[in-house]
């Protein structure tokens, strides 16, 4: 596995001293994030109780409205990724990722990265992620060492592309793609490299701030997957995630309970005291890509070789943070697989 030492390449995307770029960052973050995760929902669960308030016809419209984002598609936008970008100017120190040599050697067609955790808003994920490759200016965000096509994508929970203005978000994007099984595997026959976040909702739902917690314990089947496809898995671990906005776990439960029978988390968070929405500006957020799987071809995989590469997949991740926690000021925890 990786060494300390050999944690030496990597790309910060550094902030701006500048006021008018703060406030550029501000107001990017809020559309996207406050959209998408706010509005866009609120949109969709007030539809219904508008006609109690507005006229008929005028309630009609907004539903139809409403119903019109939840399909309307857009094209992929580098400019969109950029300005996305730029809010890495809220972050501590910016956003930075490292990589091992051993990744390096296998950065290309047919891998996937797995990341952890997800984060209340997974800022690891996306700032430090496939939307780098997707702004068209790999010299500006990309290691030199590890330079990758704009032909890459990331895969999220199906539910979101149902979500008024989050859809819109994540098309323009251009890396995103549905967890299904369908969706998925869309992908791996492209042998198109391609991000996910293994915990996905239920890593939101566990998030106490302080802690590292992922779930992963009982989630195998993106490895069946991969293993049907002989893919490469890399694994990533957000260091700073579990910082950058202060969870309430008193939720927890009802939140597990949200995911396993609609598919969505309500978390109940906050990041600067004046604006909850914003991450906090004292944490830094350094994405590790510390090791890979190669994993080989079986076209029906048994139970029993998906656990086992399952067992290798978490002394991976175990692994990678153990390795590099106290570079990054985390010597005193501990991970927590759930």
Known sequence: MAKKSELKIHNTIQPSDSLVDYWIAVVVHLAIWGGGMVLGPLLLLAAPFWFLFLPFWSGLALAVFVSFLTVLSVPESP?????????????KGGSTIWMVDEVVEHIGDG?????HPHGIIPLGFTLNGAIRAKTRQPKK???????????VSGVQAPILFRIPILRQVLLSFG????????????????KMPF?????????VAIQI??????????????????LQFGYKVVVAYNFGESDLYRSFSILAPLNLWL???????????????????LPRSDVTLNTVYGAVLELPRIDFPSDEEVAHWHGKYI?????????????????SRTLEIL
């Open 175 to 190: 890396c995103t793609m549905p967890a299904t099984k369908d969706g998925m595997f869309k992908l791996f026959r492209k």
């Open 111 to 115: 891998m996937m990265v797995c990341y």
């Open 141 to 151: 965000y990309l290691p030199p060492e590890a330079m990758i096509d704009h032909k």
């Open 195 to 203: 991000g996910i976040i293994v915990g996905g909702s239920e890593d």
């Open 259 to 277: 995911v396993k029978r609609f598919g969505f988390v309500l978390p109940l968070f906050y990041g600067q005291w004046w604006c909850p929405l």
């Open 209 to 226: 701030t302080g802690r590292e917690r992922i779930y992963l314990r009982h989630r195998a089947g993106f490895l069946k997957y991969a």
């Open 315 to 331: 002394e991976a991740v175990t692994d990678v943070f153990e390795t590099h926690k106290e570079r990054f000021g985390f010597a």
């Open 79 to 91: 400019l969109v990724n950029r300005l996305f970008l730029r809010t890495a100017t809220l972050l």
